[in-house]
């Protein structure tokens, strides 16, 4: 039998502190009988909100994965706008451009792996083999610093986003661009960190990561960083 368990961190960068402002990431997880979560959310740097933003974006995708608890057969489409509905009764009255945030999800529900991206960032899925799988943002269509948030005008086709057979994999590793933009060897920075970290209790896990992402080796990256886990474990190693 599987288990499922998660960990993760999300620390203010170096302007944030400097400035006093919030941490305009974040990140949350869930675990229950139906299923398993992940997700994490980047602000929007310009927005004066973005903080209740990407806060208001981890509470509708744990509601998103609620509500289609019982579908075999998500429709990806319901899957967004549950999220999109439910973030925009979030963050009212405020207004939403005021809050834009990106969103990134991976859901274990029934024997799939769901995994959505809306904005930049990184979601990758590691198979049992080692080989990794995953998820960029299309920049094709706009121009390469800008990047896609929740907003009123998204749409589906905005979101990137897999369904995998959960048994095939062994985890799937979420970060912001604080994290994902500087590295260099992607595949190998996933398999890594999730090596690292699979013998450790979430708690002590989460421990490390806040350590590594409040080390970060790019000290003039000024970007808020938050990394999160869900990685499958067998029950006798609980």
């Known amino acids: 039998m599987s288990l499922w368990k998660s960990y993760g961190a999300s620390v203010r960068g170096p302007a944030h502190i400097a400035s006093g402002e919030p941490n305009q990431d974040a990140w949350a997880s869930f675990h229950r009988v139906w299923g398993d979560g992940i997700v994490i959310s980047d602000g929007v740097g310009s927005k004066p909100f973005s903080h209740i933003g990407s806060d208001a974006a981890c509470f509708a995708a744990q509601y998103a994965a609620h509500a289609c608890r019982d579908d075999a057969a998500i429709a990806p489409e319901s899957l967004f706008q549950s999220i999109m509905s439910v973030w925009l009764a979030s963050v009212a009255p405020l207004e939403p451009r005021d809050c834009a945030a990106t969103c990134l999800f991976a859901f274990r529900l029934r024997d799939r792996l769901h995994m959505g991206m809306l904005g930049d960032g ?45 048994n095939e994999y062994s985890a799937v590793l979420l970060c912001t661009d604080g994290v994902s933009d500087d590295l260099d060897n992607v595949d190998g920075f996933v398999t890594g960190l999730v090596g690292a970290y699979r013998p450790l209790a979430a708690v002590s896990a989460s421990r490390h990561v806040r350590a590594m992402l409040e080390s970060w080796p790019t000290p003039k990256h000024s970007d808020d960083k938050t990394l999160a886990c869900l990685c499958r474990t067998e029950a006798t190693d609980a």
């Open 122 to 166: 990184l979601a990758a899925a590691v198979r049992a083999d080692g080989s990794v799988v995953s998820l960029v943002e299309d920049k094709a269509q706009g121009f390469s610093n800008i990047t896609t948030a929740l907003s009123p005008n998204v749409s589906p086709q905005d979101w990137r986003y897999l369904v995998l057979p959960a």
